[in-house]
């Protein structure tokens, strides 16, 4: 097994916890240098020995109710643990959520994933927020990155290529395909900028473009960067 935790540096960030078997059973062990970030955003700041407190996790798409234990295993150091033994419409969630690391436990002892959820403190107490971290996810991530790597490293002297790459970007919500909408909303508010548009403005056969349409852009995209990444 791979590493289980590690510690980010964001606002409200508690740690970031890698998917492993326990995680399908029953719930998540704190490790002790994690404890008292937790115990933060928990009322009263504790867990009395040998009790719990009600918990809520939220994901992006599921939120449900656990608890935060300090269990009771006569130990010198607190043994904190995020429990849903039988929460079995969570547990259920998780194995579909992370079915990729599940589906390698199933299949092996040792195993190695790059699935994972940060945990954040939430602005109530007792709350936590789970941004999950699959295996598909992180793919996109992969051919998002090469995709852009390709935009950057092709050989266009004008602006053109960046209204196309920021059609892709979608403000955050990437997208791996675009069509023809896509690429002329993008370009249109792209060149709609002064500072943007020199280029259109230095060439006579677009000196024309605050008066163009759809129909416009569209020919510009596909004579420039569209035909170089083709």
């Known amino acids: 097994m791979g590493k289980s935790w590690e510690t980010i540096e964001k606002p409200n960030f508690i740690g970031r916890k890698y998917i492993d078997k326990s995680l399908f059973k029953y719930g998540i062990a704190i490790p002790k240098e994690y404890i008292s ?44 643990q995020i429990r849903y033994d039988g929460n079995s419409q969570l547990k259920e969630y998780l194995k579909n959520k992370f079915s990729y690391t599940y589906n390698l436990i199933e299949d092996e002892e040792e195993i ?23 295996h598909k996810n992180l793919e996109l991530h992969k051919n998002v990155i090469d995709f852009i790597n390709t935009i950057k490293t092709t050989s ?64 510009l995209a596909k004579d420039s960067p569209i035909k170089h990444l083709a």
Do not use: H
């Not at 867990?47 to 269990?71: A, P």
């Not at 190695?112 to 699959?134: M, Q």
């Not at 290529?161 to 791996?176: E, H, S, T, V």
């Open 37 to 80: 970030k937790f115990l933060e955003n928990i009322q009263g700041n504790t867990v009395e020995l040998g009790k719990s407190k009600e918990i809520k996790l939220v994901f992006n798409d599921y939120e449900d109710e656990c608890s935060i234990r300090n269990i009771n295993n006569k130990s010198k150091s607190q043994t904190i």
């Open 156 to 219: 266009m002297s004008k602006s053109y290529k960046i209204p196309l790459l920021w059609a892709f970007y979608n403000n955050g919500n990437i997208k791996l395909k675009i069509n023809e909408d896509d690429i002329y909303n993008s370009f249109k508010e792209f060149y709609e900028k002064e500072e943007n548009a020199k280029d259109l403005e230095n060439q006579k056969s677009t000196q024309n473009y605050k008066n163009w349409g759809k129909k416009e852009y569209i020919k």
């Open 112 to 134: 190695e994933t790059d699935e994972y959820i940060d945990i954040y403190k939430g602005n109530e107490l007792n709350t936590f927020y789970i941004k999950e971290n699959t």
